[in-house]
């Protein structure tokens, strides 16, 4: 199975950083990163960490999340709301789709700050949107909580006969290459709204994200997104220029 590594976004509670490392050595993860955190090196974080010290020691810190992810083939981004128009998947279909990853690979399991969760800009770069069922009296989980559902189900997973392999998948990075070119493709077309085009193409976002795109298809799409571009373009300049041939007529 992938190397899974586990992503806390603008983290507020050191305590919750240490619960969350204690978390990652129970169900045997990767390591844990950290987003713009709050100040975690403290005692309250290493009491919380406990017999897992060393995952704090080795947390990376980034600056933005697009960095922290850049490097996973498989982004999963932990949202409590439903989504406008991409149906979440539970935290057991999130494992087995990881369980079936290349074990050099890289996979990210991503979760927002304690008291705003991840923004939909945030999810958009995550190829997955993952939502914990939850009784509705008390649908809130605590982060070092959830990170325990996610991490328990990977766990599980992770025990199970494999299933059969495809091409290895794009970096996310690579990824996000292709699909803003695809992205700007179509909102030359006009098949995007140019007033919010986020809106319409979250789910080709999700589309891309669910197939797995491999790093052959990533240059694929590169190469047809530059194409309709270059149809835009042309049809752009030929209706331009229709008005003045009717008119020398």
Known sequence: MARVRVVLNRPESASNVGAVARVISNMGLE????????????????????????ILEQVRVFDNLESARANAVYVAGFAGREGRRVEPITP??????????DEDAEAAIVFGCESRGLT??????????????????QPSLNLSQAVLVAAYEIFLASSKEPASKGPGRATAAEADLALRAFREALLEIEFLPADN?????????????????????????????????NVGRILKRARAASPEREGSD
Not at 199 to 209: N, Y
């Open 31 to 54: 390591g844990l990163d950290l987003v713009q955190p709050c100040d975690f090196r403290t005692v309250e974080a290493w009491r919380m960490a406990w017999r897992s010290e060393d």
């Open 197 to 229: 085009p986020e809106a319409r193409f979250v789910e080709w976002r999700e589309l891309f994200g669910r197939a797995g795109l491999s790093s052959r298809e990533t240059r694929v799409l590169l190469a047809l997104a530059r194409r309709i571009q």
């Open 120 to 137: 939909e800009e945030e999810l958009s770069l995550c190829h997955r949107r993952v939502r914990i069922p939850s009784h509705p009296r």
């Open 92 to 101: 057991r279909e999130m494992a087995l789709e990881i369980a079936a990853l």
